[in-house]
């Protein structure tokens, strides 16, 4: 049993805020605007946030700083700053049964706490004599829950697995396994702490080609991925590159709970964006200079609503000017069982979708005036754009990691941390 973490700190990759609802603002649509960072880290350090709100309307954040080569993270509970790396790697968080729940990797184990005023330990799912069968559960990656279940969940993990091409195989044996690899999407179902044979998301892909899922999110029936298809470059370790001269597909598939396999997959963009190059740019490196900005799901009913953009990144030897950024916003729906068109919605960067508990969709992005852009779609039909928060902070950062989350509460109202002022701000602001 883990203690509590009011009392204790250790360092790690990602931290835990919890915040409590109090003060309440007349000023316009803000109901509550607050500063949670205390400037104790640089907000340009920012890697990733993400944001939670359980059934209580506590609210918490899960924060990712960069160091100089390392991670740290801390966790603020009842004022306190809190590191928790004590708990193993953090793999990701979600809501289940209407509580967060923070998912670790230690050891040879899977670990899971329920968080509320404190850390309390729920389950532990020993992973050591199936991965000694199956080598794909060292990159275990997920963990997703099933309702209703205290026991039950399923871990994605993804199988590295080499060409199967003869003479790629053979490059590959003959340099000593560095040659062209795939990544592949496997599913294990966890039922009272027992793990099923490995199960593979038939996404719908190519042999020789890596799903390399960004997004998953959970259905009412159905496990919901997105990322990309397309083939990779050789490796020796550390994520997959995509081929230049290759097509990066955006892809979409699903997994059906009872059914037990995937029932629809769809590819949304098949057209990779232009790739540009400056004189100072290495052709044999893969930083380009235009490409997908961050991916954004959310479902309701199993209905799929998705926003991306693509970027085009600025050259970093010239320093950083959000003039020379030209994003766009796209939408993309799979409702009533058949695609949607894609369609352009708006400029800005770091796009974020989500559902209303009525089953209207709002989209939120980032613009070059540090403006905070709004837009909702009712009945089939968008809104105008409007401006719900302004005064934050653009970092270069944010063009390639979303780190300007939001969530509804039960109330239909919006929480949004972001940075304003190399400070961390939390603002709960009415949209309906």
Not at 26 to 36: F, P, Q, T, Y
Not at 198 to 223: C, N, W
């Amino acid at each position: 049993m883990v203690g509590s973490i009011n009392k204790r700190g250790l360092a790690l990759t990602l931290f835990l805020v919890l915040l409590t609802m109090n003060n309440v603002y007349a000023k316009d649509h803000i109901l509550d605007w607050k500063v949670i960072s205390d400037k104790k880290f640089r907000c340009s350090n920012l890697t990733s946030t993400d944001i939670f709100v359980d059934k209580d309307n506590n609210t918490f954040v899960l924060i990712g700083v960069n160091g100089t080569k390392y991670y740290k993270a801390l966790s603020h509970i009842n004022n306190n700053w809190i590191r928790v790396d004590k708990y193993g790697i953090l793999l990701n968080g979600f809501i289940k049964d209407g509580y967060l729940h923070l998912a670790f990797r230690k050891d040879q184990d899977v670990v899971i706490y329920n968080i509320r005023e404190d850390i309390k330990f729920v389950s532990r799912i020993s992973i050591a004599e199936i991965s000694s069968k199956f080598s794909i559960l060292g990159n275990i990656n997920r963990v997703i829950p099933v309702s209703g279940s205290n026991n039950s969940y399923y871990l994605l993990t993804q199988d590295s697995r080499s060409s199967v091409h003869p003479v790629a195989f053979l490059m590959d044996v003959l340099s000593a396994g560095h040659g062209v690899h795939y990544r592949k999407p496997f599913l294990i179902q966890v039922r009272d702490k027992k793990l099923a044979k490995p199960r593979k998301l038939r996404y719908g892909g190519k042999i020789d080609e890596t799903f390399l899922i960004e997004e998953v999110v959970k259905g009412k029936d159905s496990i919901h991925f997105l990322g990309f298809r397309g083939a990779e470059t050789p490796e020796t370790s550390g994520p997959p590159a995509f081929a230049r001269n290759k097509p990066v597909i955006l892809h979409y598939a699903d997994y059906d709970f009872k059914k037990k396999k995937t029932t629809r997959k769809h590819s949304i963009c098949t057209k990779t964006p232009e790739i540009k190059f400056d004189k100072n740019t290495d052709m044999n490196s893969t930083d380009m200079k235009s490409y997908y900005g961050p991916l954004s799901m959310d479902n309701l009913k199993d209905d799929i609503f998705v926003v991306f953009s693509w970027v085009e990144r600025h050259n970093y030897r010239a320093g950083f000017n959000i003039n020379n950024i030209r994003p766009d916003v796209y939408y993309w729906q799979y409702s009533d069982n058949a695609s949607g068109d894609i369609e352009k919605i708006g400029n800005g960067f770091s796009p974020l979708v989500m559902v209303d508990s009525i089953g209207n969709v709002h989209v939120l992005w980032g613009n070059s005036d540090g403006c905070l852009v709004h837009k909702v779609k009712k009945n089939g039909k968008w809104s105008d754009e409007k401006i719900i928060l302004n005064n934050v902070d653009i970092y270069p950062r944010i063009i390639v990691t979303r780190y300007i989350p939001a969530e509804f509460d039960k109330d239909n109202n919006l929480h949004v941390v972001y940075p304003s002022g190399g400070s961390l701000v939390h603002a709960v602001v009415k949209v309906n």
